[in-house]
Nanobody, 126 residues
């Protein structure tokens, strides 16, 4: 059974940092690209950042460039989202997902992702 589990969310003040983790079981995350999504209340779930199987990253929104980075720990079968200089507009539920692609798609389609985590809440206070 394939399962993705996110962790690391919480409440942080504006300007603070958090590191989210996405741990996989039942599949080898290291061979697939993994995308982090987020969904704020009343908004559509959107892609943020992706890491390909080779380690190359792709940003899907400009507002997190220079603040968010993505990485993976091969030994732990885990992908991380390091977030710094957090802003209130980053408040959302964050999800990791994978869809069996080796490389990050130039344009993501949430419907093409086969596996999703349950999400972790990130709240940034002003």
């Amino acid at each position: 059974q394939v399962q993705l589990v996110e962790s690391g969310g919480g409440l942080v003040q504006s300007g603070g940092s958090l590191r989210l983790s996405c741990i996989a079981s039942g599949l080898n995350l290291n061979t697939w690209s993994v995308t982090w999504f987020r969904q704020a209340p009343g908004k559509v779930r959107g892609g943020i950042l992706c890491i390909g199987s080779t380690g190359l990253s792709t940003y899907y929104i400009d507002s997190v460039q220079g603040r968010f980075t993505i990485s993976r720990d091969i030994n732990k079968n885990t992908v991380y989202l390091q977030m710094s200089d957090l802003k209130p507009e980053d408040t959302a539920v964050y999800y990791c997902a994978t869809g069996g692609l080796y490389n990050c798609p130039g344009l993501y389609d949430p419907l093409s992702y086969d596996y999703w985590g349950q999400g972790t809440q990130v709240t940034v206070s002003s």
